[in-house]
């Protein structure tokens, strides 16, 4: 077994998951030898990192931190020359976001990011980290807010809450059909993937690990979700339950659209539990979203767990009166996230409380 210091860890998790290196910690109490030594091993000549990089942006700016910290804690250090190579080639390279052109300087460019997480609830003991106690998910992703015109081409804050939310309580989708609705580029659903694998991994349990719809409306992003499940290092590419499917609401408001969109929810897909995560951003599109949920909830015994950051209070109450208004009952989950699992995302500043999960379901 690989075991590491856990700081070394956090910077490895960093490293991975494209923390901007203002934010890192850097391992200073510990010898500049044995921080440069894995660096150099656990991520410089890391065949994962080989295979799914970071940005050439993220990489110039890591490294460039990187070689200032070597340098400033141990000035007699000779820093490894692939070190300084690796470095002046980004530096010599044109950059993803700082070339200017006629309109302005390029947008960053698409990167690999990989997270990092356990199963279940876990507590650190000790200085020591086993690196094969944690499992890895990585994506492909727009490092922008809005890529071809929509926003679901990263991995928002909602997310990871709802993530780890269901890491924590694996029963929830182990062994279950589940439906995620507005699943993007797949970061949830990977997750999920992973988790009924492991629920199903025991030489003795020959039951099927159950089976994950990823729907969404955009067709670049379903392509997007998919190929980033079935990545060769990401373990739910071992799945052999999983469908990518287009799913458009608004089909659940058009009359020649309600009996076609019922067969496939209620029918094919025919979900334990329905997941979501910063799915209501955009009043117009609550009483779509709200039909879909009451297809799939009224009269079946299912349960919808969502995760929603509040970033519009009008909008969050539009939702909560259209979920009440559609005969559905909408109550928020006691969660919140003491031991984050997850480093990177867009909006984390260290607080996730902006984020609730809801639980939904039909009447009795």
């Not at 141990?74 to 010599?92: A, H, T, W």
């Not at 679901?152 to 990871?160: E, K, Q």
Request: proline letters at 5%; charged letters at 20%.
């Amino acid at each position: 077994m690989v075991c590491i210091h856990r700081d070394l860890f956090q910077l490895l998790r960093g490293y991975a998951s494209l923390t901007p290196p203002n934010r890192l910690q850097y391992p200073s109490h510990l010898q500049t030898r044995i921080v440069h030594d894995f660096l150099l091993e656990h991520i410089l000549l890391s065949p994962h990192f080989e295979q799914y990089p970071a940005s050439s942006d993220y990489q110039k700016s890591f490294w460039k931190w990187v070689i200032s910290r070597l340098e400033q804690t141990d000035p007699e250090l000779e820093v490894d020359v692939r070190i300084y190579d690796l470095y002046l080639k980004f530096l010599n390279s044109p950059s993803g976001s700082g070339v200017s052109t006629l309109s302005g300087p390029n947008p960053p460019s698409q990167s690999y990011v990989t997270h990092f997480w356990k199963v279940g609830q876990h507590t650190a003991l000790g200085d020591s980290v086993e690196l094969e106690e944690y499992q890895t998910t990585t994506l492909l992703e727009s490092r922008t807010m809005i890529e071809a015109g929509t926003t679901g081409l990263r991995t928002w804050l909602a997310s990871f809450v709802q993530a780890q939310y269901l890491i924590h309580n694996p029963a929830l989708v182990q062994g279950k059909r589940i439906l995620e609705l507005g699943a993007g580029i797949g970061f949830l659903g990977i997750i999920v993937g992973s988790l009924q694998l492991h629920g199903s991994s025991s030489e003795s349990d020959t039951s099927s690990p159950g089976a994950i719809w990823m729907s969404d409306v955009n067709e670049s992003v379903l392509s997007r979700c998919k190929d980033n499940f079935n990545l060769a290092c990401n373990l739910s590419s071992t799945h052999p339950n999983m469908r990518c499917c287009f799913l458009d609401w608004s089909a659940a408001l058009i009359p020649d659209g309600v009996l076609p969109l019922t067969s496939l929810l209620n029918d094919e897909i025919d979900a334990d539990l329905v997941l979501g995560s910063d799915i209501v951003f955009d009043p117009d599109l609550i009483p779509s979203l709200v039909a879909v949920l009451c297809i799939i909830l009224q009269g079946h015994n299912r349960t919808a767990i969502i995760a929603l950051t509040t970033r519009n209070p009008t909008t969050m109450g539009k939702f909560t009166r259209t979920v009440a208004d559609r005969g559905l009952v909408l109550e928020t989950l006691d969660f919140r996230v003491k031991d984050w699992i997850f480093m990177e995302s867009l909006e984390f500043t260290g607080d996730t409380t902006s984020v609730s999960l809801y639980r939904i379901t039909g009447k009795e």
